[in-house]
């Protein structure tokens, strides 16, 4: 297969370009060209013109108007997924039958027996998988887990987190009508709450137990421009109490059209630890700062030309080239989306149910 030999540069192929606005466009396309072992070879998108549009913008040197048929080129090493969410199986499956490593967006998958598919295909096909939980792998992130880990605030106790992003308000860009209808995938539950989810078992270790109370506030959203209204069936708001593997206990709460800083307090037996944080797009996309009692500093800010979440992605593909040369795992994959989605699964009940859910072994117990 065509990504056997990985002497050279990685040649990527990103389904989902668009010169004009996206993901790709603002994160990944500034943050591979900061990475020299990795170049933009092929890009996709729903239309050929489109495509060709952003392969001149990007510099690659093929599109497709197919994105299957991007999946499946011989010359392509990494497949890049950054459509929406219901079209990650598609193309997913193409590329690992095509013995392709992949890169692909958060959430993986619509629903957990389609995120478990994947991962199952993953594992046969035996390439190099990464799932985009560009939060819970960001720098600050990573020091938090490292400062609690060393005990520099004794035995984690008790965390409050206050989760916001601009998303899910009572209005929404035409764009992002999608992003309303919970049979997408793509809803406040599995976005601001899985990464949110994500930065907190990477602190404090993962949750056995989640209780959930979430709420729509807003059952019609008004699309700015047309004035069409929409129905809401997601959740705009999640409240959750968590216990965790590690004796700690969590309030989190993950709120919709909400714009106030992250808050991220987490109380030790010999001191306390904050994350801060804030953009209008939810924390995995800001400048985090990590304040702690007695902790050691902060290593040196990475990849300074780049905007944060440019940054946070940056960390994700360099951390897969290792990977994919070196032969080690090391990168979140999709065992950890299915283990997260699961999670999700079981928020999804408690609140649904008005009870506590116990997880063991990364499955839920019914």
């Known amino acids: ?34 990475l020299p072992g990795l170049e933009i070879f092929a890009v996709s998108a729903r239309t050929q013109e489109i495509a060709g549009a952003a392969a001149a913008a990007f510099g690659a040197q093929r599109a497709y108007g197919d994105s299957l048929a991007l999946a499946r080129d011989p010359d392509v090493d990494i ?10 199986r598609a193309i997913v499956l193409a590329a690992l039958e095509a013995g392709k490593h992949i890169y692909c967006e958060w959430p993986l998958a619509v629903d957990l027996a389609e995120a478990r598919e994947l991962a199952a295909a993953a594992a046969k096909a035996g ?61 406040l539950a599995s976005i601001a709450g899985g990464h949110t989810l994500a930065m907190v078992a990477a602190v404090v270790g993962p949750i056995e137990e989640v209780g959930a109370c979430n709420s729509i506030l807003n059952a019609t959203v008004t699309v700015n421009g047309s004035g069409e209204q929409i129905t809401r069936t997601c959740w705009d708001h ?7 593997a590690s004796g700690c206990i969590a309030n ?16 030790g037996s010999a001191g306390k630890l904050t994350i801060n ?37 940056a960390r994700i593909y360099r951390r897969l080239e290792s990977d994919i040369r070196s032969g080690d795992r090391t990168v979140a994959d999709f065992e950890d989306a299915v283990r997260l989605t699961e999670l999700l699964h079981a928020i999804d009940i408690a609140s649904d149910e008005g009870r506590v859910v116990a997880l063991g072994n990364g499955q839920i117990e019914s």
Not at 238 to 244: A, D, Q, V
């Open 1 to 34: 297969m065509a990504a056997s030999a990985h002497t050279g540069r990685l040649r990527l192929g990103i389904v989902g370009a668009n010169p004009e606005r996206g993901w790709a466009r603002d994160t990944h396309v500034p943050a591979l060209a900061a």
């Open 79 to 88: 497949v890049v997924v950054t459509v929406k969410v219901p079209e990650h």
């Open 127 to 187: 390439t190099h998988v990464a799932i985009g939980l560009q939060g819970a792998g960001s720098q600050a992130v990573e020091h938090a887990a490292q400062l609690v880990a060393s005990g520099a605030i004794g035995k984690p106790l008790r965390l409050r987190v206050i989760s916001t992003t601009a998303g899910w308000a009572a209005t929404c860009p035409p764009h992002y009508g999608y992003l309303q209808d919970r049979t997408t995938g793509a809803t």
């Open 238 to 244: 999640m409240l959750l109490h968590t216990r965790h």
């Open 252 to 267: 989190i709460e993950i709120a919709g059209g909400d714009t106030s800083p992250l808050t991220f307090e987490l109380i």
């Open 277 to 313: 944080g804030q953009n209008p797009g939810g924390y995995q996309c800001a400048e985090l700062t990590v304040e702690c009692d007695g902790g050691a500093p902060e290593p040196a800010a990475e990849f300074p030309t780049l905007s944060q979440s440019a940054v946070n992605v």
